[in-house]
């Protein structure tokens, strides 16, 4: 799949801005030097607890509220791997559908997080995998994909979760 990409405009980096500030209240995280994977933490607790919510009936998917949810709580994991990996905000267009994503600085990975929280939210027995994700980059795990390639690390760990495991011979 072809992806065009350009830089966020000052009015979405503005709006981004906002959003991470309403973010940041939902996680209601005291301390204020928390580190990345703190926040990745909290943030991957926080959608389980919108899943429990939505799961109970007690919250609707399809409001306006879950998408102010998952554009403030996208805005904020996006903005934890910008500070801790150099990713990028960008807008990326594919199939006629533009996405804010965060990308690695060779783009051979990003991930839309507002997109995926949605997700989350409108699907509550997906597997909410903030924190794995995290660790995958921490980690180095996907510093061996191709320059360029656009992979789509969330759907990519959705995709994986639904995998067999091969029996151990």
Same mark, same amino acid.
């Given at each position: 799949?072809?992806?065009?990409?350009?830089?966020?405009?000052?009015?979405?980096?503005?709006?981004?801005?906002?959003?991470?500030?309403?973010?940041?209240?939902?996680?209601?995280?005291?301390?204020?030097?928390?580190?990345?994977?703190?926040?990745?933490?909290?943030?991957?607790?926080?959608?389980?607890?919108?899943?429990?919510?939505?799961?109970?009936?007690?919250?609707?998917?399809?409001?306006?509220?879950?998408?102010?949810?998952?554009?403030?709580?996208?805005?904020?994991?996006?903005?934890?791997?910008?500070?801790?990996? @150099?990713? +990028?905000?960008?807008?990326?267009?594919? !199939? *006629?559908?533009? %996405?804010?994503? /965060?990308?690695?600085?060779?783009?051979?990975?990003?991930?839309?997080?507002?997109?995926?929280?949605?997700?989350?939210?409108?699907?509550?027995?997906?597997?909410?995998?903030?924190?794995?994700?995290?660790?995958?980059?921490? @980690?180095? +795990?996907?510093?061996?994909?191709?320059? !360029? *390639?656009?992979? %789509?690390?969330? /759907?990519?760990?959705?995709?994986?979760?639904?995998?067999?495991?091969?029996?151990?011979?």
């Amino acid at each position: 799949m072809a992806f065009q990409e350009r830089e966020l405009n000052r009015e979405e980096i503005a709006q981004t801005k906002s959003d991470n500030r309403y973010g940041f209240k939902l996680l209601e995280i005291k301390k204020r030097d928390a580190t990345t994977r703190e926040v990745c933490h909290q943030l991957e607790y926080v959608v389980q607890e919108f899943q429990n919510d939505f799961r109970a009936g007690t919250r609707k998917s399809d409001g306006q509220e879950s998408v102010e949810i998952a554009f403030a709580l996208g805005a904020v994991w996006g903005n934890q791997l910008v500070k801790e990996f @150099g990713w +990028t905000w960008i807008c990326i267009e594919a !199939n *006629g559908v533009e %996405n804010y994503v /965060v990308a690695s600085g060779n783009r051979s990975v990003f991930v839309a997080p507002a997109p995926f929280i949605k997700l989350c939210l409108d699907k509550p027995d997906t597997r909410c995998n903030i924190l794995f994700a995290y660790d995958l980059i921490e @980690g180095g +795990t996907l510093d061996s994909l191709d320059e !360029n *390639g656009y992979a %789509n690390l969330m /759907v990519s760990l959705q995709h994986a979760a639904k995998e067999p495991t091969p029996p151990v011979l």
